[in-house]
């Protein structure tokens, strides 16, 4: 393989990307198929809102209405935010450890197609006309309940989508324990890098429960399992304690990565080392640890007693003071800085009220007798909406224009950034702040339409506008991107000035094995310290040049989550098609012999020659 | 191919190697013959119930048994496992906090879902 760059055809290129192991490709695939499902969750949100706009709209029936909100919030959460942060994850997590890719680069490849293919199955929903109607969390009475294959769609989409994000989750934790460069401690970790670990872990302890929940979901709605029955002496309530066991660390798992990119730009953009940093990290893993502890306060009005409510009330409230030494580190990182105001900072700045907003509304809603008035109406929906929105959608908003040299060599407009920003930001506060209001004067949250004469009317219209303002701010980056990518004017190492961290020492794109010598890591911030002792190249290598070994790009893990899709319609259609039992067992069958193949292939990889090494860097002038 | 190192041990370090290597195995016979008495001694103690022994109710010996897991488990993941030597931090603190997440979810459901 040689690294000089030839030109190829359309086909050679579709097949590289879809046998790619490289992390920044597979980032790229993440991000783009994020992306994707991301539009597509938010043209369901702009037909919710616009339904919503007047009072007894008929814009789509309740029926549909059911179909748009669930698949809304399922979107949103599993095809959307978390496949985006998995990009940025992908991207930019080996580069600031230092390493080549990550720990398992075939697995990194199988956990980005059982997502996509994952996706796809639950959205082929809207094709087939049945969609998942039960909601986001899908309450087993109501899932078990709901006619046709909507539920389905769901439960086996999910179960597909959520083994890649496991795998993903386990293949960020190895890397992190185990590739870091010379030097590189814990303590010297970038906080992008100690989020993404802290916020796989929670994945290795989130997803168990939700595969078991989606497995009894299954059985219990295609296989004739009576899990959540309770006229067969199953429970019904198991299912809510089992979603939020995973649902709630599962807020945490995209909050946390959010974080990690705002404590990045806070400090690269206010050219300071960021404030507080070893409080910084245990922040980071007190609310880890925390997030397992509160998912009954999701439940308050189940019933559980005063004694466990109270118990998940006081434990819910002792998040906010982990999450509050963030806040003050971040305003004190700036306290004093030379503050530079680029679109990223700017997003980071409007997070802080936003989400500060958000939390405090969180913790209103933890006090559990409150709780009880608040509950299913639109002050949840403002709530989470702040906390998402106002938190993880501006930072990827936010790495989106941060990264963007990094993942595609190319620097978006800025004029038109800050345009996007100050129309997403004004859209968001103007669609949710309202919403607070609008649950206080007594509407609920998931209902079709209203009625007229109830003070709703202008609140709604209001939050309509507000959400079209934020999909003009959308449209403008997409056109932003695409306007980047067609001038296609190449930047340097660190467009930004002030990288402080090893990711802004290389290439943008990183060449294809990222480093040329493994670089030694003297400090947190170590390009900083480089740049500060004189070093311009930012980066002290570790050891001489030699030969660098690589791993095979391979069409295994498509074809192993290729063969699960088939599967999953097998299941779906068992009882009701003669083709249903065939085609579940030749899915399960492709899977198995693809992993056979891969068991028995003796695939070591190759090696990158020395000389190779030489020439690519004498190519570009002795630089890294 | 990358090269390979040969490392070639000197004979104080040899000595210390064979001399860990000695008490390490040492450890795991004695903790094997430990294994193997808390079994006996658990499946006696379900014989002596059958056999209605004054003493022996199924209150005493259940606890007794889950307690003998508890420890042999240990001992497996400690000296047969290799859990005890440098270098598992990491897992060690993994599988405790799984273990701990893992606690609560019966926890849970034993006090407020199922009575």
Redesign the interface.
């Known amino acids: 393989m040689s690294s000089v760059a030839q030109k190829k055809g359309f086909g050679a290129t579709l097949w590289d990307w879809l046998t790619t192991v490289d992390h920044k490709k597979i980032g790229i695939l993440y991000f783009l198929g994020g992306g994707f499902f991301f539009v597509l969750g938010g043209i369901e949100a702009m037909m919710i809102r616009w339904q919503l706009h007047i009072p007894n709209n008929d814009f789509v029936s309740a029926g549909l209405f059911n179909d748009l909100i669930t698949m809304h919030g399922t979107t949103m959460i599993f095809l959307a935010a978390m496949p985006i942060l998995f990009g940025f994850m992908n991207a930019i997590v080996p580069l600031q450890i230092g390493a080549r890719d990550v720990a398992f680069p075939f697995i990194n490849s199988l956990g980005f197609w059982m997502f996509f293919f994952g996706g796809l199955f639950l959205n082929i929903s809207w094709l087939y006309g049945e969609v998942p109607d039960a909601g986001w969390t899908s309450y087993a009475s109501l899932s078990l309940a709901s006619q046709g294959h909507g539920v389905d769609f769901y439960a086996i989409g999910l179960q597909i989508a959520g083994g890649g994000t496991l795998m993903a989750g386990i293949n960020f934790l190895v890397t992190i324990?185990n590739m870091r460069a010379p030097g590189m401690t814990y303590m010297r970790m970038p906080l992008f890098t100690w989020t993404t670990f802290v916020a796989s872990?929670m994945i290795?302890?989130a997803f168990p429960?939700l595969t078991v929940g989606l497995f009894f979901l299954t059985f219990d709605r295609m296989f004739g399992g009576n899990f959540f029955n309770h006229t067969m002496g199953g429970?019904t309530?198991?299912w809510e304690?089992i979603f939020w066991?995973f649902g709630h660390p599962e807020v945490y798992i995209l909050i946390l990565p959010a974080f990690g990119i705002f404590s990045e730009i806070f400090s690269i953009f206010s050219r300071k080392r960021l404030f507080g940093y070893p409080s910084m990290v245990f922040a980071t893993v007190l609310i880890g640890?925390l997030g397992?502890?509160v998912w009954?306060h999701h439940m308050f009005t189940v019933g559980?007693?005063p004694t466990?409510n109270a118990i998940f009330a006081v434990a819910t409230m002792a998040i906010a003071v982990p999450t509050g030494v963030k806040i003050f580190n971040w305003l004190l990182t700036m306290w004093g800085g030379s503050i530079k105001i680029t679109t990223p900072m700017l997003y980071a700045l409007g997070f802080i009220p936003s989400f500060v907003m958000g939390g405090v509304t969180g913790v209103m809603q933890g006090a559990a007798p409150l709780d009880y008035q608040l509950h299913d109406s639109y002050f949840i929906v403002a709530h989470f909406h702040y906390v998402i929105v106002g938190g993880v959608v501006l930072a990827i908003l936010a790495a989106t224009h941060l990264y963007w040299p990094k993942m595609f060599g190319t620097m978006l407009n800025e004029t038109l950034g800050k345009v996007t920003f100050w129309f997403f930001f004004i859209g968001f506060h103007m669609t949710f702040l309202i919403q607070h209001w609008l649950g206080f004067w007594g509407m609920p949250r998931r209902v079709w339409t209203y009625m007229d004469g109830q003070g709703w009317n202008l609140a709604n219209l209001i939050s309509t506008i507000g959400a079209f303002m934020m999909a003009i701010g959308v449209i403008v980056l997409v056109i932003n991107a695409i306007m980047t990518s067609v001038k296609n004017v190449k930047v340097a190492n660190d467009p930004w000035g002030d990288g402080r961290t090893l990711e802004w020492a290389i290439e943008s794109p990183p060449i294809y094995y990222n480093f040329h010598a493994t670089p030694l890591v003297r400090g947190l911030d170590t390009v900083w310290i480089e740049k500060m002792e004189g070093n311009e190249s930012g980066l002290t290598p570790a050891e001489p040049i030699?030969?660098i070994?690589m791993p095979n790009g391979s069409i295994i893990p498509l074809l192993m989550s290729f063969g699960l899709f088939i599967a999953g319609f097998g299941a779906m259609f068992r009882t009701e098609e003669s083709w249903g039992l065939p085609v579940l067992i030749f899915g399960l069958l492709w899977t198995f012999v693809s992993m056979a193949a891969r068991s028995l292939q003796d695939d070591t990889g190759y090696?990158i020659k020395k000389d190779e090494i030489l020439r690519d860097l004498k190519r570009k002038g002795g630089q890294n | 191919?990358?090269?390979i190192q040969v490392y070639k041990r000197t004979p104080a370090e040899q000595q210390l190697a064979q001399r860990r290597a000695k008490q390490s195995m040492r450890n795991q016979v004695m903790m094997f013959s430990l294994m193997i008495f808390l079994t006996i001694v658990s499946f006696s103690m379900v014989v002596a119930f059958e056999a209605e022994v004054a003493g022996f109710s199924k209150f005493f010996i259940i606890p007794m048994i889950m307690l003998f897991a508890a420890v042999q488990v240990g001992l497996q993941l400690y000296y047969f496992m290799h859990m005890s030597e440098k270098g598992h931090g990491?897992p060690q603190m993994?599988m405790y906090?799984?273990a701990l997440?893992g606690f609560?979810?019966p926890l849970?459901?034993v006090?407020?879902?199922?009575w």
Do not use: E, R, S
């Not at chain 2, 006090?111 to 199922?114: K, L």
């Open positions: 324990i872990a290795l302890f429960p429970n309530i198991i304690h066991i640890f397992f502890m009954a559980l007693g466990a030699k030969d070994h090696y | 191919m990358a090269d990491i993994f906090t799984g997440l609560l979810i849970t459901f006090t407020i879902v199922w």
